[in-house]
């Protein structure tokens, strides 16, 4: 799914001109991208719920181990719960309708159900991001600035930033989905497994200037912002570790490697997401396209835990 792709690149997006197709606002959307493989479906179906019930399992798990375990109440294991129950809520945007989808003879959906779940899936990647964001800056200051970490990692700037992660995101994609959702279609077909607002901008006729300048400046603010504080966090934090002791420099690797893996899984989808929008996929295998359309909603959820959980879980902060 083309998460920050399709949100940022949707600033890209050229102002739409009137199609010669009278323009009628459509009551819903048809996936073009399934097809009739008979039986098979039900072994597809059976194989993407056993996927579905182990991201919740594996989730719901590691929230409940944080919760329950006083002595993970500290900063970092707060944001990775906060993570995991993202997690959850991108599974749940994803799966039920894919598995419907799959087992149905008509695929077809509601308009506003599938900006629901436009809202649902671009509320996972924004907060998805945001958190990796606030774990970079947690792991930062534990290693960089360990005796002003309890002062400047407090209870309350712990609540912050978990508050800021999901209201944020909230905000802008009800916004986002808002203008998308007063666009006139002059089309109904959607060549994705599921609802896509890069492809479901790109069936509007009418003026997009306001969704495309709205795209601009949250891609500004968030991609670059985001990304440069990443950047530097993880800058400095290698310069600590190479002046440090070999002590520290496992204990400060130990933590930093899973979140550094999960950053390039995250990436790794939003490339995939821009490769297949950008390019022309017509002609590729049928298993590519299924790959690249269902990495980064599918892989996060179930590799994101378990990365974070074996590096992480079994360490103490360096301090």
Same mark, same amino acid.
């Given at each position: 799914m083309e998460f920050y792709s399709s949100f940022f690149l949707n600033s890209c997006v050229c102002v739409q001109t009137k199609m010669s197709v009278n323009s009628t606002q459509v009551s819903y959307f048809i996936f073009s991208f399934y097809s009739d493989i008979g039986l098979l479906k039900y072994l597809v179906f059976?194989?993407?719920?056993?996927?579905?019930?182990?991201?919740?399992?594996?989730? #719901?798990?590691?929230?409940? $181990?944080?919760?329950?375990?006083?002595?993970?109440?500290?900063?970092?294991?707060?944001?990775? @719960?906060? +993570?995991?129950?993202?997690?959850?809520?991108?599974?749940?945007?994803?799966?039920? +309708?894919?598995?419907? &989808?799959?087992?149905?003879?008509?695929?077809?959906?509601?308009?506003? /159900?599938?900006?629901? &779940?436009?809202?649902?899936?671009?509320?996972?990647?924004?907060?998805?991001?945001?958190?990796?964001?606030?774990? *970079? /800056?947690d792991r930062y200051l534990a290693i960089c600035c360990p005796l002003q970490y309890s002062t400047r990692m407090s209870s309350k700037k712990v609540a912050q930033l978990i508050a800021m992660t999901w209201l944020i995101p909230l905000v802008v994609v009800m916004i986002m989905v808002s203008l998308n959702a007063s666009l006139k279609m002059c089309g109904n077909v959607i060549d994705r497994l599921y609802c896509d607002n890069y492809t479901v901008v790109k069936l509007a @006729? *009418?003026?997009?200037?306001?969704?495309?300048?709205?795209?601009? !400046?949250?891609?500004? !603010?968030?991609?670059?912002?985001?990304?440069? #504080?990443?950047?530097?966090?993880?800058?400095?934090?290698? =310069?600590?570790?190479?002046?440090?002791?070999?002590? @520290?420099? &496992?204990?400060?690797? *130990?933590?930093?490697?899973?979140?550094?893996?999960?950053?390039?899984?995250?990436?790794?989808? @939003?490339? +995939?997401? $821009?490769?297949?929008? =950008?390019?022309?996929?017509?002609?590729?295998?049928?298993?590519l396209r299924i790959f690249m359309s269902l990495y980064f909603t599918v892989s996060p959820p179930i590799f994101n835990p378990l990365e974070i959980a074996l590096g992480n879980f079994s360490v103490y902060y360096c301090r």
């Open positions: 059976f194989f993407l719920m056993c996927l579905y019930v182990i991201a919740l399992f594996v989730n #719901l798990l590691l929230i409940v $181990v944080i919760c329950m375990n006083r002595s993970l109440h500290e900063p970092m294991y707060l944001f990775l @719960c906060s +993570l995991f129950v993202n997690e959850l809520w991108g599974s749940t945007g994803l799966f039920p +309708l894919l598995l419907l &989808q799959i087992l149905s003879d008509v695929h077809t959906i509601p308009v506003h /159900y599938c900006y629901l &779940q436009i809202f649902c899936l671009y509320i996972y990647a924004n907060v998805d991001f945001y958190n990796l964001a606030v774990l *970079s /800056y @006729c *009418s003026d997009t200037t306001v969704n495309n300048v709205y795209g601009l !400046i949250y891609t500004f !603010i968030v991609l670059v912002g985001l990304v440069c #504080l990443i950047a530097y966090t993880y800058f400095k934090i290698l =310069r600590v570790c190479l002046s440090g002791s070999k002590q @520290c420099r &496992q204990k400060a690797m *130990s933590t930093c490697i899973p979140h550094l893996a999960s950053l390039f899984n995250f990436f790794s989808g @939003c490339f +995939l997401e $821009v490769i297949q929008s =950008r390019l022309s996929m017509k002609g590729a295998p049928i298993l």
